[in-house]
């Protein structure tokens, strides 16, 4: 499919169906997503905070009008780098049929390029560190492995 057809667009409620379906599309989305219920409070009320929130930005990627991909952007102030802000890429999916064709390299070139847009002095994102395919695809899109990342889950928190 020619990549001048990818359309990104600001993700609609109408579209959760299709973004939790691709989130729970691999072996670590599949045991805490859930597919089934896509219109579930929980992730409803996750979407309403990140559309009501200026500095949260949750897209699609669309070809020939099917969703084949969804990210989500955070714009974050911050002291360090004198007050910069920073971009933060999160749950970055291409639905699993398409990968390889270009596709997720545009749809990060768009991300980067909404960043610069905003101002920000730098992007980031986190992989999972078993995601070596992912790892070796944002190393070829120029993203350094600068960081080791630590998340402390807190059970027992409601979403």
């Not at 990627?61 to 102030?77: M, R, W």
């Not at 070139?109 to 101002?119: F, I, L, M, S, T």
């Amino acid at each position: 499919m020619p990549l001048k057809s990818l359309i990104i667009r600001d993700a609609t409620v109408a579209d959760l169906p299709a973004i939790v379906a691709m989130l729970a599309d691999d072996a670590l989305g599949s045991v805490r997503e859930d597919a089934s219920i896509p219109l579930d409070e929980g992730y409803l009320r996750a979407f309403e905070a990140i559309d009501s929130d200026p500095n949260q930005q949750l897209v699609i990627a669309a070809l020939d009008g099917a969703i084949i991909g969804t990210l989500q952007l955070s714009f974050l102030p911050g002291l360090s780098y004198r007050g910069a802000w920073r971009g933060q890429i999160e749950a970055v999916r291409i639905a699993r049929g398409l990968r390889g064709q270009g596709l997720g390299a545009r749809f990060i070139g768009w991300a980067v390029e909404r960043c610069r847009a905003r101002g920000c002095h730098l992007v980031q994102l986190t992989s999972n560190s078993v995601r070596i395919d992912a790892h070796r695809f944002y190393e070829r899109l120029g993203f350094a492995r600068s960081h080791a990342g630590f998340k402390l889950t807190l059970d027992g928190v409601s979403s």
